[in-house]
């Protein structure tokens, strides 16, 4: 059975650096093919893909955060890890990581974390 | 990006009701299109991939169709495990977009 569990922080001051960490069992993303995605959703608005890793360790970002935006894995921990820098207000949303097998749709998904940046 | 637009943005509708839900993207993909469900709380859930491809698991009522730009989600007699909001994700072109939502409410 896939699962993903994201953590980190509920809130965040503005300006700060977030980071999250997506655990996740029942795949190793070292399968040819396997990658992770962070997604997020603010309130009331549409999901936006971030960000993804795949099982060789190419990393890939939606250009207009892609200098605010770092991923990596740690393959013995069976995680992968998020950072953005220079938090803002308009960055509240939940974040969510899902796996993505040999296509690129999201097939298992966490439950999401809130994150609030406060000013 | 490909901007997707899904309609309605609101469903009211009945259980044993059909209905449809439309996602349109903005230029061709071909037919590289996923639908998921997501209740409050709960993870998102992968219902259809390559635009017509139930997911293991998936119901059968659930229905997908559509290639280009144009694409369908059917559920053809809802449950009351049905209610809840679905989005349309194009994954033709990086990167990866999504509707903005249909949150399906019960009459």
């Known amino acids: 059975q896939v699962t993903l569990k994201e953590s980190g922080p509920a809130v965040v001051k503005a300006t700060q650096t977030l980071t999250l960490t997506c655990t996740f069992s029942?795949?190793?993303?070292?399968?040819?093919?396997?990658?992770v995605s962070w997604i997020r959703q603010p309130p009331g608005k549409a999901l936006q893909w971030l960000a993804h890793?795949?099982?060789?360790?190419?990393?890939f970002y939606t250009t207009s955060l892609k200098t605010r935006l770092t991923i990596s894995k740690d393959t013995s921990k069976n995680q992968v890890v998020l950072t953005m820098t220079d938090m803002d207000p308009v960055d509240t949303a939940t974040y969510y990581c899902?796996?993505?097998?040999?296509?690129?749709?999201?097939?298992?998904w966490g439950q999401g974390i809130l994150v609030t940046v406060s000013s | 990006d490909i901007q997707m637009t899904q309609s309605p943005s609101t469903l009211s509708a009945s259980v044993g009701d059909r209905v449809t839900i439309t996602c349109r993207a903005s230029?061709?993909?071909?037919?590289?299109l996923a639908w998921y469900q997501h209740k409050p709380g709960e993870a998102p859930k992968l219902l259809v991939h390559?635009?017509?491809t139930l997911q293991r698991g998936v119901p059968s009522r659930f229905s997908g169709s559509g290639s280009g730009t144009e694409f369908t989600l059917t559920i053809s007699s809802l449950q009351p495990d049905d209610f809840a909001s679905y989005y349309c994700?194009?994954?033709?072109?990086?990167?990866?977009?999504f509707g903005q939502g249909t949150k399906l409410e019960i009459k």
């Open positions: 029942g795949f190793s993303i070292t399968t040819n093919g396997m990658r």
């Open positions: 994700q194009q994954y033709n072109f990086s990167p990866y977009t």
């Open positions: 890793i795949d099982w060789d360790d190419d990393k």
């Open positions: 899902a796996r993505m097998g040999g296509y690129d749709y999201f097939d298992s």
């Open positions: 230029q061709n993909i071909a037919t590289w």
């Open positions: 390559k635009a017509s």
